[in-house]
């Protein structure tokens, strides 16, 4: 006979683990308690030696669904005479667990909507028959409705709707589904939804027909309306995605003429009738995460238009099922493509309250779909797409654990929030923060986070840093997750750039609390987050490209090669820099970034024959700006790089959106099958890209088709990848990876997936995110003897930085 206590931390609240627990318990015959607290769950059981090994083991292998075990520590205790014979569920206590380190409980995210439920949601026999609200253990939202922690309905947004006699008896059936399942709820005691045509917000007095509430929103979608729905962590913006005139109203309202917009399908069968759905992407789409996937498109019929609308010049379709009861009720009634995206106008944060909803979304709708359950924190919908089928076979014979992420395809986050966050990424055991800091990420797609130890807790996606409201969400996300996972950073950590958002506010923090300040360069922020999330802590060559980030010689690097570990970085190679005239205008018309190239390592070719629309004039106050310095900053951004090329053949000369002209380059060079590359020379440290803009240009002006050309262009930044990479390996200033350190380790099997005696190389920066140039790139480098790191986990634009940040600051930190 034995007693024991176990502590196990992770995603072990919100998810059915005390039920699991107990069912465990009862069927070794074992006795005790179990109970959540602020870190975790604690359990304390008697009983025969064997069972308890027993319950140890299958602790871990039998979790629920959703749960996620980090840790799980034991240690004896004494035997107690006279012991009940049951398992008691302890109301929760608001202390810390004992358990060793640094650990926080982890919040669960937010879940789709899981098969019992939705069976549930579509048998008129179930008292849950199409109710909009209808979760369980296995699946609802979590993170978007709790206030505090530990994790129960008085400290979530359902305090306010007291169970019914049959939820309660749910509740507290220790066999029951929704066995202390904390947003359980009925059309008896649960939220309700209400259809405003006119964006009244006030609630009816009375019980709502939800078939008629749906019925009236779907019937406003079907006549080409654009509505404003409540989702699980924000209002979403949706119409028929197969309606041209209300997709247009859309793009009017919300400034956004060609950006792409994400379909809401329902389900795999619809989306492979526009999409290519593989086993991978299938899997993504109908995971608990539900994210919006990237999906190419395929070649379709001219009657079917539905990818030139929401995703013109490009080729993916951004799709993601039905992830609440309520968006599976109305894709039902509509039964066609919804576009849905954020219910926020531009510039602005998502809109979460009905009151802020029926503000600023009054002028853009025809009309509301509103709920009553409150909305916490804000949590955007996720965006990703799965890794080129080289690489997985190349360099992932283990699955990927640094972090909290499931089984399940290799994929990579464009956006990493609603499913995901805020869950942690894992720091290497060798450089765990041994003090609590905060990491300000970038003032673009910016994502904020918190760390101590070795988890970094990532906030889901704020925006971009350009207004007042949206900074204000920043500052106050860091907040709530200082107070959520009990952290009183000690240190904070920002960009380099002087006049970032971000940086100021960190600025200020640390001048005005006393708190370590650590400046990070941009490009070694990107390469330490995909070095970090690969778990290695050594040395590899990261090519950084992207398209703006500041250096510490005054001008915009994007462009950069470099030798680096977390702690430093040696920047070895990068692209030619060149002049931007007007800055930022330049970034917005990428002709005048393509003119102001070709003047400059060009000079014998006629501008103007290119670009016609731009007159004399105009070309020689550019000529004035570079020549005399005027606000003509310098670069090496290989974004702007691209940006020039798809000018210089004609695709995108004016950009409405971020990466538009990489993306519509990207989009025809697939339509070609050409394997030629340009010339370029490396030399005195900056690769020269003269010789390669001077035969693009001479194709593009003899008339060669764009498609292959563009393609070619892919081609030539594949080679020069390996070129710069094979260059300072024969340079011999890099040594092969060693592999994994030894080390303390919580997390169960890591790895890093730097192979032992290989040479890694690390791709990030929002370029990477081109999937044509990665599908060249990395067959490339594996032939070449080179071991590919990706991200998998954060993206590989700015919305991973402070997680790259946060590696920097821990690893300097150990270091001091």
């Not at 592999?739 to 919580?746: L, M, R, V």
């Amino acid at each position: 006979m034995e007693r024991r206590h176990f502590t196990v931390n992770g995603i072990v609240q919100g998810v059915g683990f005390r039920p699991f627990v107990h069912h465990l318990a009862r069927q070794l015959d074992l006795y005790g308690w179990v109970l959540n607290v602020s870190t975790g769950v604690e359990i304390e059981l008697q009983g025969e030696s064997d069972q308890l090994e027993q319950f140890a083991h299958r602790l871990q292998k039998e979790a629920p669904p959703l749960a996620y075990i980090l840790s799980v520590e034991s240690q004896p205790r004494e035997v107690l005479a006279n012991v009940q014979p049951e398992l008691v569920i302890l109301p929760s206590q608001n202390r810390p667990a004992t358990v060793a380190g640094h650990i926080r409980t982890l919040i669960p995210p937010d879940a789709a909507t899981c098969a019992l439920c939705l069976a549930e949601l579509g048998n008129p026999a179930d008292r849950r028959y199409r109710y909009p609200f209808t979760n369980c253990t296995h699946c609802g939202p979590r993170y978007t409705i709790i206030h505090s922690l530990p994790y129960d309905r008085p400290l979530t947004t359902m305090a306010d709707f007291p169970l019914c006699a049959d939820c309660a008896a749910e509740y507290h059936h220790p066999d029951d589904r929704r066995f202390h399942a904390q947003p359980v709820a009925c059309t008896v005691c649960g939220p309700e939804i209400w259809w405003s045509a006119n964006g009244t917000i006030q609630q009816p007095d009375h019980k709502q027909n939800t078939t008629q509430m749906i019925e009236s929103a779907a019937h406003y979608l079907q006549q080409g309306q654009i509505i404003a729905i409540k989702g699980l962590g924000g209002f979403h913006l949706a119409c028929r995605a197969d309606h041209s005139a209300a997709i247009q109203r859309l793009r009017q309202a919300k400034a956004r003429p060609h950006k792409p917009l994400a379909v809401m399908v329902t389900d795999c069968r619809m989306a492979a009738q526009y999409c290519q759905v593989g086993p991978a992407e299938t899997q993504l789409l109908t995971s608990p995460a539900a994210p919006i996937v990237l999906l190419a498109k395929k070649t379709l019929p001219a009657t079917s238009h539905l990818g030139d609308l929401v995703a013109p010049q490009s080729d993916t379709i951004g799709m993601m099922l039905p992830y609440t009861p309520l968006h599976h009720l109305l894709l039902q009634a509509v039964q066609g493509p919804l576009v849905m995206t954020s219910g926020n106008r531009r510039g602005e944060p998502l809109c979460i309250a009905n009151p802020t909803a029926a503000e600023q979304l009054c002028g853009l709708v025809d009309g509301f779909l509103f709920h009553n359950r409150p909305i916490a924190r804000r949590s955007d919908d996720s965006v990703v797409f799965v890794l080129p089928q080289p690489e997985t076979e190349a360099n992932s014979t283990k699955h990927h654990q640094n972090g909290a992420a499931p089984p399940g395809p290799v994929f990579q986050p464009v956006r990493r929030s609603r499913g995901f966050a805020p869950l942690p990424v894992l720091l290497p055991a060798q450089v765990a923060a041994d003090k609590p800091l905060v990491a300000a990420g970038s003032d673009l797609k910016n994502v904020s986070a918190v760390a101590h130890g070795r988890q970094v807790f990532l906030t889901p996606y704020i925006g971009n840093l350009d207004s007042p409201t949206v900074r204000d969400v920043q500052q106050q996300t860091i907040a709530e997750f200082e107070w959520l996972f009990r952290i009183q950073p000690q240190a904070i950590v920002c960009d380099l750039h002087p006049d970032y958002a971000s940086s100021r506010y960190a600025r200020r923090r640390a001048q005005e609390e006393g708190l370590t300040l650590i400046e990070v360069q941009h490009h070694h922020a990107h390469i330490a987050a995909c070095l970090a999330e690969n778990n290695l802590a050594g040395r590899a060559v990261g090519l950084s490209f992207d398209g703006t980030g500041y250096g510490p010689d005054g001008t915009i690097w994007g462009g950069e090669v470099l030798l680096a570990d977390l702690q430093d970085y040696e920047r070895v190679y990068h692209l030619a820099t060149l002049p931007l005239p007007g800055g930022d205008a330049a970034v917005r018309r990428p002709y005048r970034t393509a003119i102001a190239y070709l003047q400059t390592l060009c000079p014998q070719i006629d501008v103007a024959a290119l670009f016609p629309f731009v007159s004399n004039t105009e070309l020689q106050v550019w000529q004035t700006m570079i020549a005399q310095k005027m606000n003509t900053p310098l670069t090496s951004s290989m974004g702007r790089l691209f940006d020039a090329v798809s000018a210089i053949l004609g695709l995108c000369q004016e950009a409405t959106f971020e990466a538009q002209a990489a993306i519509t380059l990207e989009h025809i060079a697939r339509q070609s099958s050409a394997d030629h590359h340009y010339p370029f020379t490396i030399t005195s440290g900056q690769i020269q890209v003269g010789e390669l803009l001077a035969a693009i240009t001479t194709a593009r002006l003899q008339g060669r088709p764009v498609a292959d050309i563009a393609r070619g262009f892919h081609h030539t930044i594949a080679a020069m990848a390996v070129a710069v990479t094979e260059t300072i390996r024969a340079g011999g200033q890099w040594a092969p990876a060693e592999g994994p350190t030894a080390a303390e380790d919580p997390a169960p099997a890591e790895t890093s997936t730097a192979v032992a005696g290989s040479w890694p190389v690390a791709l990030s920066g929002g370029v990477w995110q081109n999937r044509l140039l990665l599908e060249l790139t990395i067959p490339r480098l594996n032939q070449a003897g080179f071991s590919v790191l990706l991200h998998r986990q954060v993206p590989a634009n700015d919305g991973g930085l402070a997680y790259g940040q946060a590696a920097v600051a821990a690893a300097r930190l150990k270091g001091d």
